[in-house]
């Protein structure tokens, strides 16, 4: 049976940046899935209007179909949630294919699970130090800012290869880029900082011969395959990307503390946490509203919709992660689940190039402070855990424990 086409438009809903509460679900994306699987969103930037898929099938197809571009996205004002949008040349998160691949090539090899399994000792013991620090200070401690910050700020400098005497100042760029305090212009000096030391670190490694990302990305421009301007947009994104791992596994232990019989499971069979891993994964809202827009490149059917080209298009993995025809009973957070096909790392050519790294550490920071602290739990009232505000990536501010 064919579907029949809509050509009337949606009513376009105005998607403002809300003041959510620890792990609410956006009630706005909420009434959004309700309203039908492709719905018309204005966010507060930007111009104009675009596209929202919702429904976990669509989700999939647009993320998989060339006919989607994200490199257009560079050139236009698409309505949008940051305030700043200024994409650098060599983004991974723009780029099209072939330049997709050409792009992620030279750095792949560092990401591979053969790789995060030569990491994993490592990690651990990076882990281990920041364990060791937390139990002299003694309880009670902020998980964020002990274990939770620092552990994949550390980890994520291990794999770009900085040098242990640039940690300290690297550390502190990251910091101040992805903070919601400080301003825009302390956020644009740190950022001129830490492009630049990126820019001198990748020229002087043109002639190294190991693994770590910038030694790769020295490499790769020596031989021509992309640009310094490309290496250096490359790497500044994966230098940043600790900031999803803090703040998931914020949510994740928040969870875990304020359920009782979920903690519980999850101490007494540790066989079973990578299945509560995948669920909390998709259960958690790890994001404020969608992520980046992709424009049709020509006219495509989504859902009995037409979407013309040049007309900008978001996907939401939350909602794919709450589709019921995919996950019975989606809003409740079920560790059975026998069938867990979450998009919570994304999909397609786009799904996220540090997913084995992210989940690595991720396993780590939950093992190692379940087993290592057996009476860990909150040092407040659940109501009074701060939460982070204005932020693309939703999490605890901090995590005040004792044990």
Known sequence: ????????????????????????????????????????????????????????????????????????????????????????????????????????????????????????????????????????????????????????????????????????????WTRQIISTSGGAEASEKAKNGMYGWITDTIRSRAESTDDSVYSLLGAAVGRGDISEAEAVGLAGPLQIGGEAVTHNCGQMLYLLLTRPELLRRTRERPESRGAVLDELLRWIPHRSSVGLARIALEDVEVSGVRITAGEPVYVSYLAANRDPEVFPDPDHLDVDRTSNPHLSFGNGAHYCTGAVLARTQTELMVDTLLDRLPGLRLAVPADQVEWRRRTMIRGPRTLPVTW
């Open 1 to 172: 049976m064919t579907q029949e086409i809509t050509t009337e438009p949606a009513a376009v809903r105005d998607w403002p940046n809300l003041e959510l509460d620890g792990t609410d679900f956006d009630p706005v994306l909420a009434e959004l899935m309700r309203e039908g699987p492709v719905t018309r969103i204005r966010l507060p930037f930007g111009e104009g209007w675009a596209w929202l898929a919702t429904r976990y099938e669509d989700v999939r197809a647009i993320t998989n179909d060339p006919r989607f571009g994200r490199a257009e996205v560079t050139r236009r004002q698409v309505t949008r949630m940051a305030p700043h949008f200024k994409p650098r040349p060599g983004s991974l998160a723009f780029a099209d294919q072939p330049d997709h691949n050409r792009l992620r090539k030279p750095i792949a090899g560092a990401f591979t699970v053969g790789a995060m399994k030569r990491l994993r000792p490592r990690a651990q013991e990076i882990l281990d130090d920041l364990l060791a620090d937390l139990l002299r200070a003694g309880p009670p401690a902020d998980l964020v800012e002990r274990i939770l910050e620092p552990f994949p700020l550390a980890v994520v400098s291990e794999v770009m290869g900085v040098p242990a005497d640039m940690r300290e100042q690297v550390h502190a």
